[in-house]
Structure formats: structure tokens, C-alpha cells
């Protein structure tokens, strides 16, 4: 296959006149030896990669996607924009890329026109077969990626030797889970583009990264995670988990699952806010192997009946700060005669005994077990006031 850059520079001296190649995003390919005249926008467009929003509007504007023969395009001095000619760029219809030269000092002619339109059909078969090339080695990726977080043995070394991920680095992995949830193929592309653009500005982290069905997730070489990068590139509102870094891509799925349970405790536990740390769960860490079924059965009856909800937030927090009844009253701001009132009736429909260490542990446990379960959500807590009422 002939090297697009080739193409270019032999075109270029042919016409003696520069040229720049975009693809069919208008992000630049390929350009030759910029000698002759040059505006800000070809001066920026080699030096970023590609084109300002603005000036792609003006451009879309003047008609280049939908142009099948070479055309002129004004200039735009409020963009610093010169006028060019542009040479689409399509292969069986299919438009793959523009073919661009500043038309001016001096303008282009008939016949040199001509000759870059002849050169088109090259480049557009050279451009169909370097995305095919492109999709071929993504789809490879995700294979590897995919293969890697089911524990595949060998997925890990063939994302190494194929250059994607340092040998003997470490692996984070974070995951980020749509607020709004479901598996709309709109909300996937959303993800899967907002991967892509923060893999450019990670790239030095060597990230890799797979949609699923219900999460993103995002691999990167070393121990730091980005989360809030996360949240920024992504398009849409997310819950992102992390996992503890592990010390080869081998053993990436390890991580992975610790993040998937961190962000799926997000998503049920509000206090954590927008993203958490797998080491940083605290008590939901060490219950993320537990049966969610396996509650104290007093608590479950108290589940099943949405009068008692009160008495459930009152037993959490109570248990969450140790039985200290004067701070259990404050967060709650109820008074103390009524906290002990609610303690009395959890002990009662929860046939439990407060006063015995291990019932307490029991309540406490399947509390949070209940939480991670969906079955119990509290209300937000009042404001904490120091008027306690007593």
C-alpha cells in the first residue's frame, strides 16, 4: 500500500505548492513542506492536529461534505482564514477526507486543480485501507481488553506485545456507571466517545479502555486513577469506582471488580458522593462478598414495613456513633425522650436486645447489607443544629 505522506509530498512538488490533508473529521493525516503562504488556521491546524469548531462550521458551511468535484471556499479574515481550494477526498461514495491548498499568492489554476483531483482516488483508497487498519487494531483492543477483565491468560500479553500497555508497569482501573443507568445505544456512543478524548489527554498513561452494557471502564498504567477526569470527559452524569492498582496488567480483572463494587456503592450510598476509592469503603468493603439475604431477621421485618422506616434511620445512625445517645439526638435533632422511644420499639418488632454486643453487630451489618441491596434507602439527615431539645 502507498504511504499516504508520500502521496502528499509528491503532489506538493509537483504543484509546487503546499498542501494538508484531513480525514473525514477534519482532523490532519498528512502535510507536505509548508513553503508558501500560511494562515493562522493552517499555522494552528499542524500544530493542534486539527481544526477550530468555529472554522469547521465555516467550512461545513460552504458546502465541502456534500462536494463530490474540487471547490473554491472564501476566506474568512475574523477566523484568520485564506481563501483555499479543497479537494474532496471519497472512495465508492463514501467521504473519507479533504484534500486542502491556500488559493492565493497566487491562486490555484484549472489545470493544477485538475491534477490534485487526480490524485484524490489514491488517497481515498489509502485512507479506506488505513481505517480498516484502524478498526482492525481497535477491535483487537477491545478483544484483549475484554478477554483481560474475564481473566483470560493470555489477554494481558498480547495487549503488551502489541505495543498498548507497558511491560512490568502497574494497572488501575476505574469504572464509571451512568447515573441515569439503562443500556441505551445513544448513551453507549456518548461513553465510548468521552473515552476516547480522554485517552488523548492521558496518554502518557498508556490507558486502555471498554463500554459495557451498564459501565465504562478506564485502564491505566500505574497507581493513580483519574476520576474526576472521568467525570469531566464523559458527557453525561456518572458514579466512578476505583480499584486498588495491581502490579502487572495480568492482573487487571482484580481491579476491575474492586471499582465495579465501588461505584455500585456510590450509587447506594450518597455519602460518599460522586466517586470512591475501593480501600477508602470501609465496612461495605468487607461485605461485597456477602449474600445480600443474609440479614438478622428482626431487621427484615422492619424492611418489609415502610411505616417503620424512621426506626431504621434512627437504629443506623445510632449504631454509627456507637450508642452515644446525646450525638445520636443532635444529628437527628430529636429529643432524647424520643430516641429512646424508637430504640424501644426497634427492640420490640426486631425481638432484639440493644444492650448485647453481637445483636448490635448483626443489626449494623445487615443495615448496610440492606443498603447495598437497594431494599434500604434513609432520607436525607436534617441540618445538625446544637439544639437538642433536652
Given at each position: 500500500?502507498?504511504?499516504?505522506?508520500?502521496?502528499?509530498?509528491?503532489?506538493?512538488?509537483?504543484?509546487?505548492?503546499?498542501?494538508?490533508?484531513?480525514?473525514?473529521?477534519?482532523?490532519?493525516?498528512?502535510?507536505?513542506?509548508?513553503?508558501?503562504?500560511?494562515?493562522?488556521?493552517?499555522?494552528?491546524?499542524?500544530?493542534?492536529?486539527?481544526?477550530?469548531?468555529?472554522?469547521?462550521?465555516?467550512?461545513?458551511?460552504?458546502?465541502?461534505?456534500?462536494a463530490t468535484e474540487p471547490?473554491?471556499?472564501?476566506?474568512?479574515?475574523?477566523?484568520?482564514?485564506?481563501?483555499?481550494?479543497?479537494?474532496?477526498?471519497?472512495?465508492?461514495?463514501?467521504?473519507?477526507?479533504?484534500?486542502?491548498?491556500?488559493?492565493?499568492?497566487?491562486?490555484?489554476?484549472?489545470?493544477?486543480?485538475?491534477?490534485?483531483?487526480?490524485?484524490?482516488?489514491?488517497?481515498?483508497?489509502?485512507?479506506?485501507?488505513?481505517?480498516?487498519?484502524?478498526?482492525?487494531?481497535?477491535?483487537?483492543?477491545?478483544?484483549?481488553?475484554?478477554?483481560?477483565?474475564?481473566?483470560?491468560?493470555?489477554?494481558?500479553?498480547?495487549?503488551?506485545?502489541?505495543?498498548?500497555?507497558?511491560?512490568?508497569?502497574?494497572?488501575?482501573?476505574?469504572?464509571?456507571?451512568?447515573?441515569?443507568?439503562?443500556?441505551?445505544?445513544?448513551?453507549?456512543?456518548?461513553?465510548?466517545?468521552?473515552?476516547?478524548?480522554?485517552?488523548?489527554?492521558?496518554?502518557?498513561?498508556?490507558?486502555?479502555?471498554?463500554?459495557?452494557?451498564?459501565?465504562?471502564?478506564?485502564?491505566?498504567?500505574?497507581?493513580?486513577?483519574?476520576?474526576?477526569?472521568?467525570?469531566?470527559?464523559?458527557?453525561?452524569?456518572?458514579?466512578?469506582?476505583?480499584?486498588?492498582?495491581?502490579?502487572?496488567?495480568?492482573?487487571?480483572?482484580?481491579?476491575?471488580?474492586?471499582?465495579?463494587?465501588?461505584?455500585?456503592?456510590?450509587?447506594?450510598?450518597?455519602?460518599f458522593g460522586r466517586s470512591?476509592?475501593?480501600?477508602?469503603?470501609?465496612?461495605?468493603?468487607?461485605?461485597?462478598?456477602?449474600?445480600?439475604?443474609?440479614?438478622?431477621?428482626?431487621?427484615?421485618?422492619?424492611?418489609?414495613?415502610?411505616?417503620?422506616?424512621?426506626?431504621?434511620?434512627?437504629?443506623?445512625?445510632?449504631?454509627?456513633?456507637?450508642?452515644?445517645?446525646?450525638?445520636?439526638?443532635?444529628?437527628?435533632?430529636?429529643?432524647?425522650?424520643?430516641?429512646?422511644?424508637?430504640l424501644r420499639r426497634v427492640?420490640?418488632?426486631?425481638?432484639?436486645?440493644?444492650?448485647?454486643?453481637?445483636?448490635?453487630?448483626?443489626?449494623?451489618?445487615?443495615?448496610?447489607?440492606?443498603?447495598?441491596?437497594?431494599?434500604?434507602?434513609?432520607?436525607?439527615?436534617?441540618?445538625?443544629?446544637?439544639?437538642?431539645?433536652?
Amino acid at each position: 500500500m502507498v504511504d499516504l505522506q508520500r502521496i502528499v509530498d509528491d503532489l506538493a512538488l509537483r504543484l509546487e505548492r503546499p498542501l494538508l490533508l484531513e480525514d473525514g473529521r477534519q482532523r490532519v493525516v498528512a502535510y507536505s513542506e509548508q513553503d508558501g503562504p500560511m494562515d493562522d488556521v493552517r499555522r494552528h491546524s499542524i500544530l493542534r492536529r486539527h481544526t477550530t469548531p468555529d472554522v469547521r462550521d465555516f467550512l461545513r458551511s460552504t458546502g465541502i461534505h456534500e462536494a463530490t468535484e474540487p471547490l473554491r471556499t472564501p476566506g474568512a479574515p475574523e477566523l484568520g482564514l485564506l481563501p483555499r481550494v479543497c479537494v474532496p477526498v471519497r472512495h465508492d461514495g463514501l467521504p473519507l477526507g479533504f484534500l486542502w491548498f491556500i488559493d492565493a499568492a497566487p491562486a490555484m489554476t484549472e489545470p493544477e486543480i485538475a491534477v490534485a483531483a487526480e490524485a484524490a482516488p489514491t488517497l481515498a483508497l489509502t485512507l479506506f485501507h488505513e481505517s480498516l487498519a484502524s478498526e482492525l487494531a481497535s477491535r483487537r483492543e477491545l478483544e484483549a481488553v475484554t478477554g483481560l477483565l474475564l481473566r483470560e491468560p493470555d489477554a494481558g500479553r498480547t495487549l503488551i506485545e502489541a505495543g498498548a500497555f507497558p511491560h512490568g508497569t502497574p494497572v488501575t482501573v476505574a469504572v464509571a456507571k451512568p447515573v441515569h443507568g439503562g443500556a441505551d445505544e445513544t448513551l453507549r456512543l456518548t461513553l465510548e466517545r468521552g473515552l476516547l478524548a480522554l485517552r488523548r489527554r492521558l496518554a502518557r498513561h498508556h490507558p486502555l479502555h471498554l463500554v459495557r452494557y451498564d459501565h465504562a471502564v478506564l485502564l491505566t498504567a500505574g497507581t493513580r486513577a483519574f476520576p474526576e477526569e472521568m467525570h469531566a470527559a464523559l458527557g453525561t452524569p456518572v458514579l466512578v469506582g476505583t480499584g486498588s492498582p495491581r502490579p502487572s496488567l495480568s492482573l487487571a480483572a482484580e481491579s476491575y471488580e474492586e471499582a465495579l463494587h465501588a461505584a455500585e456503592v456510590v450509587a447506594k450510598v450518597p455519602e460518599f458522593g460522586r466517586s470512591a476509592e475501593w480501600g477508602r469503603l470501609g465496612v461495605y468493603r468487607m461485605l461485597s462478598g456477602v449474600p445480600h439475604g443474609n440479614l438478622h431477621p428482626g431487621l427484615a421485618r422492619l424492611l418489609d414495613e415502610a411505616q417503620h422506616r424512621p426506626l431504621l434511620e434512627t437504629l443506623e445512625i445510632y449504631l454509627d456513633l456507637a450508642g452515644n445517645a446525646q450525638a445520636v439526638s443532635r444529628r437527628l435533632r430529636l429529643h432524647r425522650t424520643s430516641l429512646y422511644y424508637r430504640l424501644r420499639r426497634v427492640e420490640e418488632l426486631a425481638e432484639t436486645d440493644l444492650r448485647d454486643g453481637e445483636e448490635r453487630l448483626s443489626l449494623h451489618l445487615s443495615i448496610k447489607l440492606a443498603r447495598l441491596s437497594g431494599r434500604y434507602r434513609p432520607s436525607p439527615l436534617p441540618a445538625e443544629t446544637e439544639n437538642t431539645g433536652q
